[in-house]
């Protein structure tokens, strides 16, 4: 006899399919997860070419997760699949609190308890029947993410088609005119529509269930706009009364990024948030708070129904996504003896690529020998999905600023009459050196018709004290006259409150200089604008030895509010001098009121001179 979660998977399919297509009036039942994967009227993996087979771990994921909602009632593990859990707890070391007391890092509340220690937690979450709203993926690379949530899109689109009377905003009571979205943000627009976006797209195009319902007329990049049997009623029926205007299609999957307003106040029913352990912590319009807190809202019209799924290889013990792991195991002790868990219904997922991904190149020992002597830090990240301690964490990403270098672009001799440019000079008052930074930026439109800003590098000077003496300031209010007379410079900005007597050198000189706040949050602000320029590639470095160094090399800790920015004195580029140059001067060419005085261009071409 088959013990209590042993299930026959293949008389389960044949099973779910004859339950679903055969019972009743009611043609708009809902099919379980793994039969929509497999069966030939939905996705149709086996009918690809080359089939699709779903891994292990990716059966279990998405049953755990779907487990006892509408039409996954009767989804259960297999015995296999919990051995399968048991041995990740047994053998892994992961993040989860390791025992039944707090660690410590997170939660606030000193009678905050977990019943079970580690990896265990999941297993118990099953066991207790928990419907889940939120999945938090932690897995390292090649662990097939965007796959599972490329699954999991559709299936929410599938499911909205198959409301009642194929209408789902009678079924959530939502304006017939809204449409119900279903979105998915990364760090930047390249980001979103690849690969995530696009393995979205392969789910639906390839599926036969969506072949009459994709309105390709309508539906452009970043946007696929899906049919409901209500849409084609009511289009019927606007054709039959004359009506010119037809509906393009209720249910959108969209693409966006996270700096994007156009995101916020839709109605979404599942939002899809790619990477976000590299969202930007604190501060900043992209930080993970901040799009969270944004556009979770918009969910709560849809209950449990509302799916959040979070997905990225970890990073420091910080910001939302570490936010999110701590609360997935939170639980209070009431004074009766009970346990409350008052964030029981996010399933978080730390596992390995080694547990994820079957193929025997990514096996742990292969891993170990190939990937962990490049980078053993980096590698218990990448592959083995752990987080960082919040001390020593990369404020920048490296791979990020290598990709704003262009190796084309040098340093500007002489300014171009219709750009306007911005100096910010740091003159550091604990290392004795001093760094300026000129850059100019430029709007344009991307692909999707928004209007963006790209900023420009176009000059870095470091100066350091010599075997001569300190740095001389009349050296450095030379090279700022200079720049003024071959630029269009509108501000020439300090950040140091000893910098007076050369702000009122350049002003006798006609140059508009003054100082800048030199205050926590505004140093976090200018710093969190630079980060969202080097995630979205809105930066254009020229390959400055020094500046490209700091910025590699710059660290961060999270503090109460805010983050604390410092260099290692042990590394390569012991100084962030330049870095903060170039945070104040592009702070400035985005966002200082000098621009409103001056004449106004329009779009321009970005491309490189």
Known sequence: MAKKHQVDPTAALIDRIIATHTGGNDSHRIVDIITFCESPQFLNFSGQDPAIELWPMQRIVLKMFYRGSEGNEHIHLTDEEIGVLRTIAREEDLDYNADGKDAGEGLENENQVIEKG???????????????????????????????????????????????EGNPHKKFKIAPDKPIHIINVAVSEAQALDPLFAEIEARVFRSPYFLDKVNHNASIKGKLYIMTDADKRENTRRIEKGIGTMLAGSIILMSGHSNSGSLRGHATKCLLLDEFAHFVSTSGRNSGDEVYNALTPSMKQFGKEGKIVILSDPRGKEGAFWKLFRLSQ?????????????????????????????????????????????????FLTSWGARFMGAEGSKFFDPVKVEECIDFRWTEAKCGDPFQTYYIHLDPATTSHNYALCMVHAVTYSNGRGEMKRKVFVDYCRFWKPDERGPVLIKEVETVIRDLCRRFRVAAVTFDSFNSQQTIQNLKNCGINAFETPFRSNYITEIYGELRNLVNEGNLVLYPHKQLVGEMKELMHKILNRGYKKFFDPKSEYPSDDCVDALAGSAFQSLHSIVTRTLPRGGIVYTGRR
């Open 330 to 378: 939170a639980a209070e002790k009431l004074a009766d003896g009970t346990i409350e868990r008052s964030h029981d219904d996010i399933l978080a997922l730390q596992i390995p690529t080694w547990r994820m991904n079957p193929d025997p190149n990514f096996n742990k020992e292969t891993l170990m020998k190939k990937e962990r002597p490049k980078d053993p830090a980096a």
């Open 118 to 164: 580690g990896f265990e937690q999941v297993i118990d979450k099953y066991y207790r029947d928990v419907e889940f709203t939120h999945l938090l993926l932690i897995m390292g690379r090649r662990s097939s993410k965007t796959m599972m949530v490329s699954i999991i899109a559709a299936y929410e689109a599938y499911k909205l088609c198959e409301a009642p």
